[in-house]
């Protein structure tokens, strides 16, 4: 049971590159999430998803997007890395409103 | 948004000691749910517990919604215990079931 999958575990970008974060879920859940953690700090939300073909903003959307044309499939974009984006970065996935979200290990990023 | 309060902030216990760790939100919740991350960063799981009580081995967990609170109790701590404990809540306003993290109890275990 693979859960929540996150590609790469480890990167490093030099400022004015980009990539793409890969996420794939294989428990059919309709909702899923981009947050990202700083050093010594919780968790917060970039963007979501509430089903293929939608998504919205969190609480930093600023230097990312998204897109999400399969369930299962949920990438985080980078555009033109910056230092500010040096992180550590969890897809997460849930069912539906009020129910238990899973994580992935996580993809730890710096930008040099 | 709703805010999330995490006390204490850091911890340190001898081993085979007990604590409670507190969790406070600001508005009512329809998700709450606890985690260990671990020395290697991973979020493990530990109670999704929006309201009432369950327990798991040494750990147990209490939400009391009505007064926006929720507790973590580690019994009989150990070394394999030490980490960050998140608590994490998902409110009515906004849908999308999104999460508010907590700053985050650190925890020590020492021999």
């Known amino acids: 049971n693979a859960g929540v999958t996150q590609t790469p575990k480890f990167r490093i970008l030099k400022i004015g590159q980009s990539m793409t974060l890969q996420c794939t879920q294989d428990m059919n859940h309709n909702y899923m999430y981009w947050y990202r953690q700083d050093p010594g700090m919780g968790l917060k939300l970039i963007y979501y998803s509430v089903g293929a073909g939608i998504t919205d903003k969190g609480e930093v959307p600023n230097g990312y997007n998204v897109s999400r044309s399969t369930t299962e499939d949920f990438p985080l974009r980078l555009e033109l890395a910056a230092p500010s984006q040096t992180s550590v970065y969890f897809c997460a996935s849930s069912n539906r409103v009020g129910t238990e979200a899973f994580f992935g290990q996580g993809t730890r990023l710096t930008v040099v | 948004g709703i805010q999330v309060e995490q006390s204490p902030p850091d911890l340190i216990l001898q081993e085979g000691a007990n604590s409670t760790l507190r969790c406070n939100f600001s508005?009512?919740?329809?998700?709450l749910q606890w985690f260990h991350q671990n020395p290697w960063g991973q979020l493990i799981n530990l109670f999704y517990?929006?309201?009432g009580t369950k327990q798991n081995g040494r750990l147990s967990a209490t939400t009391v919604a009505t007064e926006r609170y929720s507790l973590l109790y580690i019994s009989s701590s150990q070394t394999t215990d030490s980490g960050v404990y998140f608590c994490?809540?998902?409110?009515?306003?906004?849908?999308?079931?999104?999460?508010?993290f907590g700053t985050g109890t650190q925890l020590k275990v020492e021999l």
């Open positions: 517990i929006p309201s």
């Open positions: 508005d009512s919740v329809n998700n």
């Open positions: 994490a809540v998902g409110g009515w306003a906004g849908g999308g079931n999104k999460l508010t």
